[in-house]
């Protein structure tokens, strides 16, 4: 089946740092790649929508220039962290359908950020 | 806008016990819906997942559920509980349009004693 990864899959920075998150297809392309983001035992909450060649969409609340996404690839999304905080602490996932398959998606295995 | 209810956040069974994990819907289309594991500190494994046909899905690691539109419902079953579906389990939601984010519920925790 396919694949989708993360990296790194674990990372401590200290407050006011920034740290990257990328989110890869291996085998499949995605125009659309999502993030989301969860709390200890909570459940995941949409943060934004990873378009390829064009700006993400933020849920509500979800500040854009602190979580900066960037679609460069059709097989690569990244999440930039800026100027994190202890409480932006979290588990981070991603997922991505393939193009033009309707239901299928791929969730990545998360990026656990622990801000200092 | 689409939603999912989860009932019951933690639930018990003995290893043998049937396995009930409750899952209901709310949405203005015809939804797909997904039942997904999470073990402690890893991502998503989907169990199953309904789309079109028949109502009654099988899954790995002998779950099924059933949809239900006249009651909304995507409940989770397994007629015998292992020590090793002890984990996270959530209900989504997700209408017809490709690459369209899910919808989670909050989850629900499945306990399994010896």
């Known amino acids: 089946g396919a694949v989708v990864s993360q990296h790194p899959s674990w990372v401590i920075c200290k407050s006011g740092t920034s740290v990257k998150i990328e989110c890869r297809s291996l085998?499949?392309?995605?125009?659309?790649m999502f993030w989301y983001r969860q709390f200890p035992k909570q459940s995941l909450m949409l943060m934004a929508t990873?378009?390829?060649?064009?700006?993400?969409?933020?849920e509500q609340g979800v500040e854009k220039d602190k979580f900066l996404i960037n679609h460069a690839s059709l097989t690569l999304s990244t999440l930039t962290v800026t100027s994190a905080h202890p409480e932006d602490s979290s588990f981070y996932i991603c997922?991505?359908?393939?193009?033009?398959?309707?239901?299928?998606?791929?969730f990545g295995p998360g990026t656990r950020l622990t801000v200092t | 806008a689409q939603s999912v209810t989860q009932l019951g956040s933690h639930v018990s069974v003995s290893e043998g016990a049937l396995v009930l994990l409750r899952c209901n819907y709310s949405?203005?289309?015809?939804?797909?819906l997904f039942w997904y594991v999470q073990y402690p500190n890893q991502g998503l494994q989907l169990l199953l997942k309904?789309?079109?046909?028949?109502?009654l899905v099988k899954g790995i690691n002998g779950f099924e559920a059933e949809f239900k539109k006249s009651e909304t419902s995507f409940h989770l079953t397994k007629p015998s509980a292992h020590m090793s579906d002890a984990a996270e389990y959530f209900c989504a939601v997700s209408d017809y349009q490709a690459g369209t984010a899910l919808i989670f519920g909050k989850g629900t925790t499945l306990s399994v004693s010896s």
């Open positions: 309904y789309t079109t046909g028949a109502t």
């Open positions: 997922s991505a359908p393939p193009s033009g398959v309707v239901y299928e998606q791929y």
């Open positions: 949405s203005s289309v015809p939804p797909y």
């Open positions: 990873s378009n390829e060649g064009s700006k993400a969409t933020y």
């Open positions: 085998d499949f392309q995605a125009t659309t």
